[in-house]
């Protein structure tokens, strides 16, 4: 493992400078990352954190619903189908996916000759990819048939199928509950680490499974960001009178710190724009949720179905690419452009 040079901040705090993976196991789905050295007892903090949103906040893909053609209930047995329809269903619920879209989607899969039907006779979409295409679905005898419909979604977490109804679904469709956790496994131990003489300092060890939509690496940092997003906010609120004003977050313009050093970035010059984008309080500035804008409910959701979920994700966007993205028109670029000119930012930013 590489050593890590520590950055000493104020009261004699130790913070890692990276974190560091062993390339030697890393793997499309499965990775080992090391952060050190950490102040004693930070590593089962900064451990238990990750695991917790690794586990139940990064957003997934899972089937939602399914059409089994012949098939009005999932206890149904279909002709010449060893398995019956509620046995598929469960085998549908194992299919992991990649989606590159806001989905839902919907796949087909239709077979006719006898054996194994696996994931990989489902017949993908510009949208979709299966990533599991060995997994065993059904078996069919000689003659028979199998027809089916998949709606697939994205979402965060556990899904019971009481709560997966939605307004449109076609006729028809057999609603599951949905696991979209694109994480199959996390393991945590915390050792000693050594800064100089002393090793009174915690090494976080971190092993992630995926279930392959997502690269380990990814995950990480996905799940990072979230954790960092929730501190922003909270220092958000916090940062203007001490505390936040009851029943709401503060918004950026009550945190005066922060606003304070966005009206320094407004007076910078061009030259010295980069600069002053990596001063520590603007850094926190940019990771502040989109929700701290106080933009019009269309606006906002229109950005979150676009992934955009921080200040630094909406600055780096142009607005060719945000009037792009659907429901976004020119009265919500002119919305989004005002409240970030307020902040002394701009769109378009190589951040």
């Not at 489902?122 to 059904?138: F, G, K, M, Q, S």
């Not at 199959?184 to 279930?211: P, Q, S």
């Not at 505390?243 to 407004?266: F, M, N, P, Q, V």
Request: net charge negative; proline share 4%.
């Amino acid at each position: 493992m590489i050593e890590t040079t520590p950055v000493q901040l104020s009261r004699e705090l130790i913070f890692p400078t990276k974190i560091n993976f062993h390339k030697e196991t890393l793997t499309e789905r499965y990775g080992r990352f090391v952060a050190e050295p950490l102040e004693r007892g930070w590593g089962d903090t900064v451990g238990n954190s990750l695991r917790r949103i690794l586990l139940s906040s990064l957003e997934g893909v899972a089937v939602t619903a399914v059409k089994v053609a012949g098939a009005k209930h999932e206890f149904a047995a279909l002709k010449g189908v060893q398995e019956d329809v509620l046995h598929i269903i469960l085998n549908l619920k194992r299919l992991r996916l990649k989606l590159f879209s806001d989905g839902p989607e919907i796949l087909y899969l239709q077979a006719d000759k006898a054996g194994e039907v696996k994931a990989s006779a489902i017949r993908e979409t510009p949208n979709a990819e299966v990533i599991n295409r060995d997994l065993v679905i059904a078996t069919l005898e000689p003659g028979a048939k199998l027809d089916i419909e998949l709606e697939v979604s994205r979402g965060r977490g556990y899904l019971p199928s009481e709560l997966n109804k939605r307004e449109g679904r076609p006729a028809g469709f057999l609603v599951v509950d949905a696991l979209f956790s694109p994480i199959v496994k996390i393991n945590y131990d915390v050792e000693n680490a050594r800064v100089g003489h002393i090793t009174d300092y915690d090494r976080l060890n971190l092993d992630i499974w995926t279930d392959g939509s997502l690269s380990p690496s990814d995950a990480l940092s996905k799940a990072l960001t979230i954790l960092s997003s929730l501190t922003g906010t909270l220092l958000t609120a916090v940062s203007g009178n001490g505390a936040a004003k009851a029943g709401r977050a503060g918004s950026i313009e009550e945190a005066g710190e922060l606003h304070d050093i966005t009206e320094e970035i407004g007076k910078t010059k061009t030259s010295d724009y980069a600069h002053a984008l990596r001063d520590p309080k603007v850094q926190e500035l940019l990771v502040q949720p989109i929700e701290t804008l106080e933009l019009a409910p269309r606006t906002l959701n229109c950005l979150k179905v676009a992934h955009i979920k921080t200040i630094r994700d909406l600055v780096k966007k142009g607005e060719e690419e945000l009037l792009a993205y659907k429901n976004f028109g020119e009265k919500s670029l002119t919305e989004v452009k005002e409240k970030i000119k307020e902040l002394g930012l701009d769109l378009g930013l190589k951040i």
